[in-house]
Antibody, heavy 120, light 110 residues
Framework: QVQLVESGGGVVQPGRSLRLSCAAS????????MHWVRQAPGKGLEWVAF????????HYTDSVKGRFSISRDNSKNTVYLQMDSLRGDDTAVYYC?????????????WGQGTTVIVSS | QSVLTQPPSASGTPGQRVTISCSGS????????VNWYQQLPGTAPKLLIY???QRPSGVPDRFSDSKTGTSASLAISGLQSEDEADYYC???????????FGGGTKLTVL
């Protein structure tokens, strides 16, 4: 079945780095754009980053520009989020989401999320 | 504070019709289709509506949306207890080159 599984979350000190992974299965990964969305404890959803199906286009929310980098390996059906210079306000559950062609940036499949806690 | 504005809460009784609004601007709602998500407590969000009132398989037709200018609305008819959840609007913003989420609306079924 169509599935996204995130991994790589954990507890990290401020200023350190973490790389999240999102493994896709059950669909043709290389034809879908992908997103990362996060949710701080008790807060709403915040979009983080987007990568085009072939990696040719990437976009980020302002608060992570220059610190986070999204990438993908279509041979491994995996999208990544490299997070550097982590701050306390990056603490959140991080979800990856699938964006089908011509969907208007709709995320029709979500992973279960991976938790990132930035704390000393 | 979100660029997309949603009421923080909404409520209704079983069987009622409720609407949740989402207000934006010409660079987002005024230019692109709005997507709506439902998030039940402790779970990942679920896509409800996309691309001008399209519903993914399994989403009942009790859920519908509409858009006028720079505002959009999600309507839920025949309200059921299992509809109690947080609802988010989302849209691509041409100026910011970002996906924007509304702040979310907590729906309570009385």
């Amino acid at each position: 079945q169509v599935q996204l599984v995130e991994s790589g979350g954990g507890v990290v000190q401020p200023g350190r780095s973490l790389r999240l992974s999102c493994a896709a299965s059950g669909f043709t990964f290389s034809t879908h754009a992908m997103h990362w969305v996060r949710q701080a404890p008790g807060k709403g959803l915040e979009w983080v980053a987007f990568i085009w199906f072939d990696g040719s286009e990437k976009h980020y929310t302002d608060s992570v520009k220059g610190r986070f980098s999204i990438s993908r390996d279509n041979s491994k059906n995996t999208v990544y989020l490299q997070m550097d210079s982590l701050r306390g306000d990056d603490t959140a559950v991080y979800y990856c989401g699938r964006d089908p062609p011509a969907s208007g940036f709709a995320l029709d499949v979500w992973g279960q999320g991976t938790t990132v806690i930035v704390s000393s | 504070q979100s660029v997309l504005t949603q009421p923080p809460s909404a409520s209704g009784t079983p069987g009622q019709r409720v609407t949740i609004s989402c207000s934006g601007s010409s660079s987002n709602i005024g230019s692109n289709t709005v997507n709506w998500y439902q998030q039940l407590p402790g779970t990942a969000p679920k896509l409800l509506i996309y691309n001008n009132n399209q519903r993914p398989s399994g989403v009942p037709d009790r859920f519908s949306d509409s858009k006028t200018g720079t505002s959009a609305s999600l309507a839920i008819s025949g309200l059921q207890s299992e509809d109690e959840a947080d609802y988010y609007c989302a849209v691509w913003d041409e100026s910011l080159k970002s996906v924007l989420f509304g702040g979310g609306t907590k729906l309570t079924v009385l």
